[in-house]
């Protein structure tokens, strides 16, 4: 059954509709109770709780992970960075060097 918010007519056409067909009644409430059944017993709960904690637990270890490999990533290009420097400064110093010879 749906009813359509700010509507008042849909939600009335809704209700008697259910108030006049016992049948439709018995069915949606049937139906209700099987659903209810299925998704919030205790089992489920357990199941749902138990993959939430666990999907939890491979996130942070695949962040940690990720987190690692950035700064391994950042060591080496600091390096990288520094023996550039090293180069540059050695190229410089020795055109000076050159220069006042």
Same mark, same amino acid.
């Given at each position: ?19 006049f067909n016992?049948q439709l009644? @018995?069915? /949606? *409430?049937?139906?209700?109770?099987? !659903?209810? +059944?299925?998704?919030? $017993?205790?089992? =489920? ?21 990720? @987190?690692? /490999? *950035?700064?391994?990533?950042?060591? !080496?290009? +600091?390096?990288?960075? $520094?023996?550039? =420097? ?16």
């Amino acid at each position: 059954m749906k009813a359509y918010a700010g509507n008042s007519n849909s939600l009335a056409d809704s209700i008697l509709a259910l108030l006049f067909n016992p049948q439709l009644c @018995n069915n /949606i *409430a049937k139906k209700a109770r099987a !659903k209810v +059944k299925n998704e919030y $017993n205790w089992a =489920k709960i357990a199941q749902d709780t138990h993959f939430v904690y666990q999907k939890a637990i491979c996130q942070t270890v695949a962040e940690h992970q990720a @987190n690692q /490999i *950035a700064q391994e990533k950042l060591k !080496k290009s +600091k390096k990288i960075k $520094n023996a550039e =420097k090293e180069i540059s400064n050695l190229i410089s110093f020795n055109k000076k060097r050159q220069a006042y010879a």
